[in-house]
């Protein structure tokens, strides 16, 4: 029996790589790449949201005033700015430290989700 066994696993180890399809990886990905969603501060879709909000001192107009933050669609770049996106270092997006497979399968799933309702 073991012998049988053992004869299916180059098979399933053949099969394994499409166990997920790219559009499920960038999925998976874009709702929790490292442990923080880019849903989360993008949207659903990509499309950009408001995060939050915050008082900062103004110089020029000498006073205190609201700032509202707010992330970028990136339903709309491309994968080259989406690489050069997650590559740098932030004020407040996270470092993700992704390979070009994983921002290529995020890249896809975007494209494909953005015009989805």
């Avoid at 008082?55 to 609201?66: E, M, N």
């Avoid at 004020?91 to 975007?110: F, G, N, R």
Wanted: aromatic fraction near 10%; hydrophobic fraction near 30%; include cysteine.
């Amino acid at each position: 029996m073991k012998k049988i066994q053992l004869l299916f696993l180059p098979i399933l180890a053949l099969s394994a790589e499409d166990f997920m399809s790219n559009y499920e990886y960038g999925q998976m990905l874009y709702n929790n790449p490292r442990g923080i969603s880019c849903a989360k501060c993008h949207g659903e879709k990509g499309e950009g949201k408001f995060i939050g909000q915050y008082y900062k001192k103004d110089k020029k107009l000498k006073k205190i005033v609201l700032q509202e933050i707010h992330s970028s669609n990136i339903n709309t770049k491309t994968i080259e700015q989406i690489k050069v996106s997650v590559s740098k270092t932030h004020d407040v997006m996270p470092t993700y430290s992704l390979t070009d497979k994983e921002v290529q399968a995020i890249y896809e799933y975007l494209q494909k989700i953005k015009n989805k309702k």
